[in-house]
């Protein structure tokens, strides 16, 4: 069964941003010099080290996205202007909590007239050429890389690991269990449906895809065959070859593997995450975060969503041990909740003495306010325990407010 994040996610201590250390670095890919920024946290190391797998399109190693024009507006409204940098801030938290990680411009993004000749080696693999850098740092503990893949990239790390032995574990985030030509199909209806488009022009083109790879599939192609957004037939066979059997290729590889589906994802439906827990049958993990479109962000915030962040944290640490955490802050030593995670309520303790106000809200995971406590004049120490039988399981957050200082917590409820 599908778990959502809320009931399993458990206390994590954010760390300080600024504690890593980021350095521009390139690596060869195919003849071709591939640019990439490696993340390391503060501390010893070698690290436990991360490589993101991006999504399809000229994309540069932050996930730079602009959400301008008409689409932009009529699907993303609240975001209309902003910019996305999803690979950025992803990259960000996890070497906050103790992950070295190498992002990279895709060789389409900086070759944008000079690529050369198309192969599926050349311009879907950069990450087989990353992990072999990677290896070369002594930052990287080389028993220890992980491959995240995002939209695209889901579909490739499991074929990229296939007749690997130093890759750990996988992490598929808004991935597509569909083939590519499918959900481009649908993606090119439902725009022009929704943001009010030529549905017939759209409905034609997505026929036109589905007879060219209708072709592919069946081997019928010849050289003749017109190249498709620029890459031959024979470099789509290929391309086919390796991403239609995701699940496979991911039951195969048997590694560590947690799938993410986003709640409000137009891109990937939601629906593909439940078509690959039907497919695996290894022993994964199968998270729906709700609230977040394909891009790791909320529809009414451009920055990449905590909770999202926060519950790929939470797995790793079951997974992948680091050995490194940047400083933490510890402004709540003197506040304990138990049991956390709880099922019906829990105590909290603030080992505080003469207190003049204690002001409490307990808030859910949309930001919303189910509790709110006030306290005044404390002698001793606070103690006082919460009934949350009436409300739903998932994550909750706590704001205590101690004499004008701020306290905050996490807590689930299970």
Known sequence: MTKNLLTLFLLLISAFSDAQQSYNITFNHDSLVVNATFAVPAGTGPFPTIIINPGSGAIDRDGTIPLVGGNAACL?????????RCYKELSDALVDSGYAVLRYDKLEYTYTT???????????LPVESAIDYVKTRNEVDT?????????????LI??????????????????????????????????AQTCGGNVAQAQSQ??????????????????????LFGAPASTWYDYVRATDSVSVHYNSDNLPTLFTGMGLDINVPP?????????????????????????????TDPHVSTVLTDTIIYWLRQHIT???IASINNDNKSLHISPNPFSTGFL????????????????????QTVIEDHTINVVNSYNKRYDMTLFPSGMYVINLISDGQLMTAKIIKQ
């Open 76 to 84: 993303y409204p609240s975001l209309l202007n902003d910019t996305l």
């Open 114 to 124: 000079t690529l050369g000749s198309i192969t599926f080696d050349k311009l879907w």
């Open 143 to 155: 028993n220890r890389i992980i491959l995240i893949g995002h939209s695209e990239g889901s579909s």
């Open 158 to 191: 499991p074929f990229i690991a296939r007749n690997r032995t130093d890759i750990k574990a996988l992490i598929s985030i808004a991935g597509s269990r569909t083939p590519f030509d499918s959900l481009l199909a649908y993606q090119l209806v439902y725009i």
């Open 206 to 227: 997505a026929n036109q895809i589905l007879s060219y790879f209708n072709i592919i599939r069946t081997n019928t192609w010849n050289a003749n065959t017109p190249a």
């Open 271 to 299: 629906a593909e995450l439940i078509r690959f827990e039907n497919d695996i049958t290894i022993n994964a993990d199968f998270w729906s975060i709700p609230g977040l479109i394909h891009y790791m962000t909320p529809d």
């Open 322 to 324: 680091p050995t490194g």
């Open 348 to 367: 909290i303790s603030l080992e505080q003495n003469n207190v003049r106000r204690f002001d409490l809200e307990i808030k859910n995971i949309l930001g």
